[in-house]
């Protein structure tokens, strides 16, 4: 990916697919710093840049300050093992009296480019998805051992689809979630999905 293709405003329209992290209570700046930190140092990403303009040039310094009710964005890119690189908008979003979360998001406009693009985007149709989802669980597991969270999932538009304190277990049986060992224990999923690090496991 270069410049052009990346600052190129027709790559960012549309809608975006997702990993959403939840981090509960609100408030805690050094646990968003330390995911922030560990999402930097991932091999396979590039970032994190203020501006689509800074592409390829010097990262923000962190840690950053987060305000109450707010929104911070910037911007990566991620480097697939099929050699496709994708950019990201990384949201670090704090809603007052609820939680904090880290959304990194792929526009599905370069998604419509470089795979075989059907709608509406379920793995069915759409089997290379299972490559992004690999490398939203290594991302979420990474993170996760730097600075653990109450929630992940990773979907089209996905964030706000629910939260650690609404989710059911019927939820996990429809989309694509990477919970600790205390929220599967509460909705008694604990044997089921597929296990990773740190007693994550996914379900999907």
Do not use: C
Request: no cysteine; net charge negative; aromatic share 12%.
């Amino acid at each position: 990916m270069n410049y052009n293709e990346f600052t190129n405003p027709d790559n960012w329209i549309g809608g975006f697919y997702e990993l959403s992290i939840e981090f509960h209570p609100v408030g805690d700046n050094n646990r968003l710093n330390q995911a922030l930190i560990a999402l930097e140092n991932i091999g396979f990403f590039n970032g994190l840049w203020q501006e689509r303009q800074d592409f390829l040039s010097d990262s923000i310094s962190l840690p950053i300050n987060i305000d109450d009710d707010s929104v911070n964005q910037f911007y990566g890119t991620l480097n697939l093992t099929d050699g496709n690189t994708l950019p990201s908008l990384i949201s670090v979003i704090r809603i007052e009296g609820e939680s904090d979360w880290l959304d990194i998001s792929i526009p599905q406009a370069t998604l419509e480019q470089l795979y075989p693009y059907e709608y509406p985007l379920t793995k069915e149709l759409n089997p290379w998805l299972a490559k992004i989802d690999e490398i939203y669980i290594r991302i979420a597991e990474t993170i996760y051992n730097n600075s653990p969270f109450e929630l992940a999932m990773i979907g089209e538009e996905i964030s706000g689809y629910t939260n650690q304190e609404e989710i059911t277990k019927e939820d996990s049986e429809k989309i694509t979630f990477i919970l600790p060992i205390r929220l599967q224990k509460r909705l008694g999923i604990q044997d089921k999905g597929e296990e990773l690090s740190k007693q994550l496991r996914l379900f999907r």
